[in-house]
């Protein structure tokens, strides 16, 4: 009977985490030795959020605070036993900001990756390489307000964040498909709204030439796209492209 309490803790390090819901706070689960809580700051309805990591003995030893936590996930990144703790948090209002966090207990309790993805942000984590650690498939916003457009009309520009060995780096070059794909669908929305007319058909022939110039320049094409855009660019957008490109 004495070794109860040892197995209970030993079931309890095996189990699953629960799975976060967003509108049922406070949330609690075990995550390895550790445990994770999200709850509100206050009482009021719409008072910010925080995730807690705590220890064995209760004490807090991490601490994310922002308006909302959106997501709470156990992805498995580094294959070490334990899964890593995937956080996105939102600073609330329209477009922006969101801020992924992962962390891992492999080497003791350490952040391993924060990105300020602002509007966009990780769009999911796939093994592209084949190797024991997946690549974190992401999004930015880097072309927000460029030339004058709206923010909600910045293109994203897609990148691959994979492990070189000892931290999370840009490996968009080196896994080019996705930026591809990204950059098809701003070619092709560029040239649905070539020759329209209207409100919104210069935003986005905008839109679309500097999604598809940015994608490529994101895997070293920059050039390729330039002189593609160059000889198809109508008059209006082809001023507001050398204006704004350099």
Sequence with gaps: MTQLPTVLAALLLLAPPAKFDTDKLPYRTSWGKYTVVVEKTGKDEFAPQRLRVLDVLGAVVREIQDQRVLLVEFPELTAGGTPELQVTTHSGGAHCCGTDFFFTQEGGLRNLLTFDGRNYGVRGIKNLGGDARPEIIAESDVLAYAGDLPYAA????ALIIGWDGT??????RR????SLERAREFQQLFLKA????????????RTGAGGYWANLEAVGRGAEAQAW??????????????????
């Design 229 to 246: 855009l160059q000889s198809r660019l109508p008059a209006s957008t082809r001023t507001w492209w050398q204006r704004y490109k350099a």
């Design 167 to 172: 931290r999370y780096v840009d490996q968009t």
């Design 154 to 157: 910045a293109a994203p520009v």
């Design 194 to 205: 070539r020759n329209q007319r209207g409100e919104f058909a210069e935003t986005e022939r």
């Design 175 to 178: 896994y080019p498909q996705r």
